[in-house]
């Protein structure tokens, strides 16, 4: 790992660290390349619209991603296979204008880069003009390289995202990635072919946690681990599950901080109890 020194390796807005620093104005991607050179972990989470987002963002979250699991856990998809641009823009302008410090990353939908450098170039630059994300994030690693270098010397900043990759769920299914030499190999080129291509994070989907923290250990750009064990610099949680408000079954590297499902479920039944049986609205919530 490049060595920094200790004037470089502070926060350029003087605050002491990504998530519980101080600063007001938006973490850049400069930001996190330092937060590596400090050995710093930092959180992540999704984010779909501005309220929720506004709640993560004053928590101190320093990274928002407006995944495309936006499908799944807003849009009421069964997959993000059908998760258009024009849903990804509308959803990451809310969670851009629903914040003020965090560094908003957006993710580009199926189909929208998959064509080729130029296609992603435009694709991106929909997002950092229309919706005003400050990075953006695809899936792939060799596969997507060229789409990542063109995106970068174009002046806009790529979080890859390889391992298991969702958009390819009818080529790959939903299992563990890089098991065994081969796989794992395969991973370590991935990650390789990304950070040469100037992503300046990778996220690491369902992999072992010894192969993830091997990748951690061999990149200079950080790690963002989901369901690769601990050793990744960042985490990143869906937070649906996390919060616990998703229907069904969540991953089993989900943790769940919350109960949100219940928690919303049961004001509104006693809400619905109180218009039924009359005892809302009372004189105190009326006006005259
Ligand atoms: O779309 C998404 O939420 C993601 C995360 C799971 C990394 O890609």
Not at 12 to 35: E, F, H, M, P, Q
Not at 138 to 153: A, D, K, N, P
Not at 163 to 176: H, I, K
Request: glycine content about 10%.
């Amino acid at each position: 790992m490049t060595q920094l020194s200790a004037a470089h390796a502070k926060p350029s807005d003087g605050s002491k660290a990504l998530y519980g620093g101080k600063g007001t104005r938006r973490i850049t991607v400069r930001d996190i390349a330092l937060a590596k050179e400090r050995g710093e972990k930092w959180p992540m989470l999704t984010a779909y619209d501005a309220m929720t987002a506004s709640v993560f963002d004053e928590a101190g979250i320093p990274v928002l991603l407006v995944g495309d699991s936006a499908g799944n856990c807003h849009l009421g998809y069964e997959t993000t296979v059908p998760v258009t641009m024009d849903e990804m823009t509308m959803l990451s302008a809310a969670v851009v204008r629903g914040t003020q410090r965090a560094l908003i990353v957006g993710d580009l939908p199926f189909g929208s880069y998959q064509e080729g450098p130029v296609q992603a170039l435009r694709s991106a630059t929909r997002l950092v003009k229309d919706a005003g994300v400050g990075a953006v994030k695809l899936e792939g690693g060799e596969r997507s390289h060229e789409q990542i270098r063109l995106l970068v010397e174009s002046g806009i900043p790529v979080m890859a995202h390889i391992g298991l990759t969702p958009q390819s769920v009818n080529a790959m299914g939903y299992r563990v990635q890089g098991r065994g030499e081969e796989a794992a190999q395969q991973l370590l080129r991935d990650a390789k072919a990304v950070q040469d291509a100037g992503a300046f994070a990778v996220v690491l989907e369902l992999v072992p946690a010894e192969l993830a923290a091997e990748v951690t250990r061999v990149l200079h750009i950080p790690t963002v681990g989901i369901g690769a064990g601990p050793e990744t610099d960042a985490q990143v949680l869906v937070w649906t599950d996390m919060l616990g408000l998703t229907t069904g079954r969540v991953p089993k590297f989900v943790k769940k901080y919350a109960a949100l499902r219940e928690v919303m479920g049961d004001a509104v039944k006693a809400y619905a109890e109180d218009v039924v049986g009359g005892t809302f609205p009372t004189e105190e919530h009326s006006v005259h």
